[in-house]
C-alpha cells in the first residue's frame, strides 16, 4: 500500500508546477428594447480588439469561452440598430462574468448594463450552461439559488434536485431510491469519511451551505469516478473569493415551535462539560457510575442561534485568501409513539415518547489558491467541522409504558427508560488541487488527508420500573442502568490524477473537437479504529434501593451504596473492530465529438480490499477477521445528440459495484436509544449494479430547463437492511435478495412565469421536478451441500411473500419551489417550497422460523410519506445590510413508520403504527452586513 501511494505522490509532485493557465467565459443576454425588452437573436457580440466572439441564440443568449484573465471592452451590435460597448469589463481566471443589456434603433440613451462575475459553480445560469454542455447527467444547484431557497445545509439542498429524497428529514439522502450504501459522497471530487458508524456516508447536514458554492449528483457514471456507487456521486465544491475581496458578518435567532412550546425541555447530565460548542471531559465511565449525577439538566429558553463571519481578499494577481467560520446552535423536541411487536406478537410500547435534541455545529473553511505564473497555479482548502449532540430519549413517563422482559403479571409496575447521548464529531478534512499542462496535455491532480474523530463520550441509560408509590430498578439486570462510551477515529488519504489531451482538431478554439482521451488513476486508503464499552451498576438484591423518583436516581447511585454492598459494578470488556480499505483504480476514457454528436466511452479496472478484525462480545469466541478482496472491469458509455442549439438528447450506460461498509461486516451491535439494536453480518458480500438512463432536454431560455429521463437499474445480490429472527428488534445486513431492479421518469422544469422585466419591475419563476419509480427485488432462498443433499439453509421468503420493493425506494417523489423577486439597488425575494416523497420501506421483513416461514415471522417497516414546506423573505435595506425570515417544515406533519401484523391466533391483519413523532415547525430572522 505504501508503494503505490509513494508512487502516486511522485507523480503528482512532478507535475505539480506545470499547470495549464486557466481561462475564463463572457455570457449574457441581450435584448431589444423597441419589442418591450424581448430577446434579441442573432446580434453579434465581440470582444474589442480580438477575433474572439459569439452570435445571439434565438433567446438572445451568447457565450464566449476560453478568454485569458485580464479587462476588456465588449461591442454589441445588430444592422440596423445602434452599437453598444461595455468598457471594463473584467474577465476572471475559472469564473463566469454575465454581461447583460439591450440595444435600440433609436438613439436613445443607453439602458441598463448588468455586470457580474461569479465562480463557475455559484451561478444559476452558469450551471446551467455547464448542464447543457456536458456529456454525462448531472444537475446542480449553486449557492445562489440555495441562498433564494434559504437552505441550511447540503442535506436539504440535495433535496431541489429530481429524484432526490430525504429520511426524515434526516442528513440521509436516497437518489432514485437508493441510499447510503448505494450513494458516493466527494469534496472537490475526492472522498471523504463518514461521521457515523451506522452509515457509508458523512451526514449532509454537517455542511452549511455558507461553506457550499455548489453541490452536484451525477446520476451517471463515468470511468473516471470511484466504481462504489449505484445511484450516484454526490459532489459538494467549496467556496471560494469571488472577486477582489469580501467582508461579512451575519446572525440569526429563531425557535423551534415544539422545543420551545416544551413544558421541560432537558439536556443531559454531561451539559457542565460543554464550553462553546465543544465537549471538554473524557470521563472513566466506570468511575463516573458513582462520581457523576445520573439526572438530566434543564434549559429555560430553548432558542436557536447562528453566528458567521466572512473575510476573503486578493492579494496582486497571484494570491487569493478565503476564510469563512460560523457556530449555529438548534433545539428540537420530538413526541410521539413507539411499539415493538416479535411474530406479530406484541413486545414493547410507550404512548409518550419523547426526545429532547440540542446540536451545535462549529464550521470553518479556509482557501487559499497562488498563481504562480501564467502557467502555475495551487490551491489548498482545509475544512474543519465540530458538531456537538445531545440527546435526552424518555419514555414511559405517563404509567402507560410496557417492556415484555420486565412485566409482571403480579404486579401494576410500569415501565420507564431513559437514555441521555452526547455525541461529538470532529471533521478535518485537508486538501491539494492543481492544473498542468505539459505540451498537448492537461493534467489535473489532487491529493487529500482527512480525519474524522466521532464520539459518543458519555451515554447514560436507565430502565426503571415504577407506580404512583414506589420506584424500583429493573429487574433483568445486566447494563439496565450504565453508562457507556464510544469512540471512532477514521484516517484516510486519498489521491487522483489525470491526463487529458486531444488526438484530433488541436485548436483550443475549436468546438468540434475530435477524438479527446483521458487517463488517470484514483487511489484510497482508509482506516477506522471503533472500541465501545459498557459500564454498569446494579443491586445485588431486588429493592436494596429505590430513588425517590425517576428524576432523582442519583441519590442512590452512590460510592456509599456500593461499598455496604447494596449495589455492584458490572463491566462489559470493550468490543472493538479494526477496519481498513484500499481503493486503487485505473482508468482510460475516450470522447469523441462530430457535429451533433458526442461519444463517450471508456473502462476502469478497480481493486478494493477491505479487512475487519473484531473483538466483541455477541461473536462467538469473541474475535474474528473478514477481509473481502474484488477486482472489477466497470464500463461506461455516455452519448449526447444535440437536436439544436436549446435540446439535446443523452443516453448513459454502465456496470458499478456495492462494497459492503465496515460496520456491515463487522459483527458488532449498536444500541439505539429505544433499545433497537444493528448488527453487522461477516458474510456480507458485494453487489453488481447495471445502468441504463435516457435523456431530453430543452433550455428554452436563459436560465430555464424542461427535462424528461427515463432510467433502469439492475442490482445483483442487493444490500438489505433486515429484521433479522429471533428477538424482535434486532436489524442487520443481508444480500436478501437474488436481484432488484429499478426504473422510473423524471420531469424536470425550471421556467420563468414572468420574466425579468425593467419596467415591469420584478420577475417570478417556478422550479418542479417529479420522479415515478417502479422497483421489485426477489426474495432468496440459500440452499447448501449437507451430507450429500442441497439442503434449504435460509430463506428470507415468508407469509407467501418471495418478492418485495427495493429498501428506501419511494413510488412519488415531489420537488417546488417559486421565486418572487423584484428589481433595482434593494432587490426584495419571497421563495417558497416543497417536498414530498411518499411512503417506502424502511427494513425489510423476515421469517422468525425457518421452518414454518409463512407462520412466525416480522413484516417490513413502512416510512409513510409527507410534505416538507419552506419558506424564505429577503429584504436588501440597502448595499451592505439584508435581513431574512425563514419558516421551515411550517405544516409540521406526522411522520409515522408502520408495520402489518397478523397474529397466528386470528390470522386478521392491521397496520401498526410503531414510531411516530413531529419535528415542530421552525421560524428565524437574520441579518447580514457585507462590508
Do not use: C
Not at 512532478?14 to 431589444?32: A, H, R, Y
Not at 430463506?795 to 417546488?816: C, E, H, P, V
Amino acid at each position: 500500500m505504501h508503494k503505490r501511494l509513494i508512487i502516486l505522490l511522485s507523480l503528482i509532485t512532478t507535475i505539480g508546477f506545470s499547470q495549464n493557465p486557466e481561462k475564463g467565459t463572457l455570457v449574457g443576454k441581450l435584448l431589444d428594447i423597441d419589442l418591450g425588452n424581448q430577446s434579441l437573436p442573432f446580434a453579434n457580440v465581440q470582444i474589442k480588439g480580438t477575433s474572439k466572439g459569439a452570435t445571439t441564440d434565438f433567446d438572445g443568449l451568447y457565450k464566449i469561452e476560453n478568454l485569458d484573465p485580464g479587462t476588456y471592452t465588449v461591442v454589441f451590435s445588430f444592422v440596423g440598430y445602434t452599437s453598444v460597448e461595455v468598457s471594463d469589463v473584467e474577465i476572471v481566471a475559472d469564473k463566469v462574468t454575465e454581461v447583460n443589456t439591450s440595444l435600440t434603433s433609436s438613439a436613445a440613451s443607453l439602458q441598463e448594463v448588468i455586470i457580474t462575475i461569479v465562480s463557475r459553480k455559484d451561478s444559476e445560469v452558469a450551471l446551467l450552461l455547464e448542464q447543457r454542455g456536458a456529456i454525462s447527467i448531472k444537475e446542480s444547484i449553486g449557492s445562489q439559488q440555495l441562498a433564494k431557497l434559504g437552505v441550511s445545509d447540503a442535506a436539504v439542498a440535495t433535496t431541489k434536485i429530481s429524484g432526490v429524497s430525504n429520511s426524515e428529514g434526516s442528513g440521509d439522502i436516497y437518489v432514485r431510491g437508493l441510499g447510503d450504501r448505494y450513494l458516493l459522497t466527494t469534496l472537490n471530487g475526492l472522498p471523504i469519511p463518514s461521521d457515523d458508524v451506522e452509515k457509508k456516508n458523512i451526514d449532509l447536514s454537517l455542511f452549511p451551505t455558507r461553506l457550499v458554492q455548489n453541490i452536484s449528483i451525477s446520476k451517471s457514471y463515468s470511468v473516471n469516478m470511484y466504481g462504489d456507487q449505484a445511484s450516484g456521486n454526490v459532489d459538494i465544491t467549496s467556496r471560494e473569493l469571488v472577486g477582489n475581496e469580501e467582508y461579512s458578518l451575519g446572525f440569526s435567532t429563531g425557535i423551534n415551535t415544539e422545543a420551545i412550546g416544551a413544558n421541560d425541555f432537558k439536556l443531559g447530565a454531561y451539559q457542565s462539560d460543554v464550553n462553546l460548542g465543544f465537549y471538554n471531559n473524557n470521563p472513566n465511565n466506570f468511575n463516573a457510575l458513582t462520581q457523576q449525577s445520573w439526572n438530566t439538566e434543564s434549559v429555560d429558553a430553548p432558542v436557536n442561534q447562528n453566528f458567521n463571519l466572512t473575510a476573503g481578499k486578493k492579494f496582486g494577481d497571484k494570491f487569493r485568501t478565503l476564510v469563512t467560520a460560523s457556530q449555529k446552535s438548534n433545539f428540537e423536541f420530538r413526541s410521539g409513539t413507539f411499539q415493538e411487536y416479535d411474530n406479530n406478537n406484541f413486545r414493547d410500547g410507550f404512548t409518550d415518547v419523547e426526545e429532547f435534541r440540542k446540536e451545535v455545529t462549529t464550521s470553518a473553511l479556509l482557501d487559499l489558491s497562488y498563481r504562480f505564473n501564467d502557467k502555475n497555479k495551487v490551491k489548498f482548502t482545509s475544512l474543519f467541522v465540530n458538531k456537538l449532540s445531545g440527546q435526552v430519549f424518555e419514555a414511559g413517563r405517563n404509567g402507560e409504558g410496557v417492556v415484555f422482559d420486565e412485566v409482571d403479571p403480579q404486579s401494576d409496575l410500569n415501565q420507564f427508560i431513559r437514555d441521555q447521548n452526547i455525541k461529538k464529531t470532529q471533521l478535518w478534512v485537508n486538501q491539494l488541487i492543481g492544473e498542468s499542462k505539459i505540451g498537448v496535455h492537461n493534467i489535473d491532480w489532487a491529493v487529500g488527508l482527512n480525519t474524522v474523530n466521532a464520539d459518543e463520550p458519555n451515554r447514560i441509560r436507565n430502565e426503571i420500573n415504577f407506580t404512583d408509590t414506589r420506584v424500583e430498578l429493573g429487574r433483568t439486570g445486566g447494563f439496565q442502568q450504565r453508562k457507556s462510551n464510544q469512540i471512532i477515529d477514521d484516517y484516510e488519504v486519498n489521491g487522483k490524477i489525470n491526463d487529458s489531451f486531444k488526438i484530433t482538431n488541436l485548436k483550443e478554439e475549436e468546438n468540434d473537437f475530435g477524438l479527446k482521451v483521458d487517463v488517470g488513476g484514483n487511489y484510497r486508503f482508509k482506516e477506522r479504529d471503533f472500541e465501545s464499552q459498557f459500564n454498569g451498576i446494579q443491586e445485588t438484591n431486588l429493592n436494596n434501593v429505590n430513588p425517590p423518583s425517576i428524576d432523582d436516581l442519583s441519590s442512590v447511585f452512590t460510592l456509599d451504596n456500593v461499598e455496604n454492598g447494596l449495589l455492584s459494578y458490572v463491566s462489559q470488556k470493550p468490543d472493538s473492530y479494526l477496519g481498513k480499505l484500499e481503493s486503487l483504480g485505473g482508468y482510460a476514457l475516450f470522447n469523441y465529438k462530430m457535429e451533433k454528436w458526442n461519444f463517450n466511452f471508456g473502462g476502469r479496472f478497480e481493486s478494493n480490499t477491505i479487512k475487519v478484525n473484531w473483538n466483541v462480545n455477541n461473536f462467538p469466541g469473541r474475535i474474528g477477521a473478514a477481509t473481502k478482496e474484488y477486482e472489477n472491469f466497470l464500463p461506461s458509455l455516455n452519448l449526447k445528440y444535440e437536436l439544436n442549439d436549446n435540446n439535446n438528447l443523452r443516453l448513459s450506460a454502465s456496470k458499478t459495484i456495492t462494497l459492503p461498509e465496515f460496520k456491515e461486516i463487522s459483527p458488532f451491535e449498536y444500541v439505539s436509544p429505544n433499545g433497537q439494536v444493528t448488527r453487522g453480518n461477516p458474510n456480507l458480500e458485494a453487489s453488481e449494479n447495471y445502468n441504463l438512463d435516457l435523456k431530453w432536454e430543452m433550455f428554452p431560455s436563459n436560465g430555464e430547463l424542461i427535462s424528461v429521463a427515463g432510467f433502469y437499474k439492475q442490482i445483483n445480490d442487493p444490500i438489505n437492511r433486515v429484521l433479522t429472527r429471533g428477538a424482535a428488534g434486532i436489524f442487520s445486513y443481508f444480500n436478501s435478495g437474488e436481484q432488484a431492479e429499478i426504473y422510473g421518469l423524471e420531469l424536470d422544469t425550471k421556467l420563468d412565469v414572468i420574466a425579468k422585466d425593467k419596467d415591469l419591475g420584478y420577475m417570478v419563476n417556478v422550479n418542479f421536478n417529479a420522479t415515478r419509480m417502479w422497483h421489485e427485488q426477489d426474495l432468496k432462498e440459500v440452499f447448501e451441500i449437507i451430507n450429500g443433499e442441497n439442503r434449504l439453509t435460509r430463506t428470507f421468503r415468508y407469509n407467501g411473500k418471495t418478492k418485495t420493493d427495493l429498501q428506501g425506494a419511494s413510488d412519488w417523489i415531489f420537488n417546488a419551489n417559486t421565486t418572487f423577486e423584484t428589481s433595482g439597488e434593494n432587490p426584495f425575494v419571497a421563495n417558497i417550497s416543497a417536498n414530498y416523497a411518499s411512503e417506502k420501506i424502511f427494513a425489510l421483513g423476515n421469517p422468525d422460523n425457518q421452518v414454518n416461514p409463512d407462520e412466525f415471522f416480522n413484516e417490513e417497516i413502512r416510512e409513510q410519506g409527507f410534505v416538507v414546506l419552506n419558506a424564505v423573505l429577503r429584504k436588501d435595506i440597502n448595499e451592505n445590510l439584508s435581513v431574512q425570515l425563514i419558516g421551515k417544515n411550517l405544516l409540521n406533519p406526522q411522520i409515522e413508520r408502520t408495520q402489518t401484523i397478523k397474529p397466528l391466533s386470528t390470522g386478521v391483519s392491521r397496520e401498526e403504527v410503531v414510531r411516530s413523532y413531529t419535528r415542530g415547525a421552525q421560524l428565524s430572522i437574520g441579518f447580514n452586513y457585507n462590508f
